[in-house]
């Protein structure tokens, strides 16, 4: 019998006061889906440095994905961020959930300074624009866990060229607004919504456009 390939989705615990995290929303709303030949798995990630990546690499080992979706509150942004680059650095603007805040060290001591996503960035950004999604390309996905998460993941997918990965930022829920008044909200089942395309897309092997996207500043 044939396996199903399967599409891992990681989201993050609440952190810096917040009640909810949109990301882990997502990720167990999604759970156990059939999207596009693949079965979606779930995994919940402290928001702490010290254990995140060893919760993200015991989920790797666990499930052994063809596609990695590790997804993340922006709670200043008003549309689905597709993060583009994942840099070698830990600098928390704020202290984790178990109080900790490491200031300008890196992710992986020796590691790459940086590398760069293996989803097809612009592609969803268009292919979410095209169903009425606010989406926007990322140069940045900061420098706390998220961005420990992004590197970490693909760190640890070096060996491993064939699995797509990537990291996916996502607005505030609604129930948040009142935390992030610069932000525009996004409702939960528009944030499924958008996802479920995310996995069929990445999932098809579609390739990137090729059209500007960079930014001047």
């Given at each position: 019998m044939t396996t199903m390939p399967t599409v891992l989705l990681t989201g993050f615990e609440p952190f810096d006061g917040e009640?909810?995290?949109p990301s882990w929303e997502v990720a167990r709303t999604l759970d156990g889906e059939r999207i596009a030949g693949t079965r979606v798995v779930a995994a919940r990630l402290p928001c702490v440095f010290a254990t995140a990546?060893?919760?993200l690499?015991?989920?790797?080992?666990?499930?052994?994905?063809?596609?990695?979706l590790a997804l993340g509150l922006a709670g200043s942004r008003s549309a689905i961020g597709v993060e583009r680059v994942a840099v070698n650095?830990?600098?928390?603007?704020?202290?984790d959930n178990a109080g900790a805040q490491p200031v300008d060290v890196p992710v992986?001591?020796?590691?790459?300074?940086?590398?760069?996503?293996?989803?097809?960035?612009?592609?969803?950004?268009?292919?979410l624009r095209a169903a009425g999604i606010a989406a926007e390309p990322s140069l940045s996905a900061g420098s706390f866990?998220?961005?420990?998460?992004f590197y970490g993941l693909l760190h640890a997918l070096r060996d491993r060229p064939g699995v797509a990965a990537g990291f996916v930022h996502l607005p505030p829920l609604p129930v948040q607004a009142a935390r992030h008044p610069g932000s525009v909200a996004m409702a939960l089942d528009e944030q499924c919504r958008a996802l479920r395309r995310v996995i069929a897309l990445v999932a098809s092997g579609t390739a990137e456009l090729r059209v500007p996207g960079g930014r001047l500043d």
């Open positions: 009640a909810v995290n990546l060893p919760a690499d015991a989920a790797l080992e666990r499930h052994r994905p063809a596609v990695v650095l830990i600098d928390a603007r704020i202290a992986v001591v020796g590691g790459a300074p940086a590398y760069f996503t293996r989803l097809p960035v612009k592609a969803i950004v268009a292919e866990v998220c961005n420990q998460v």
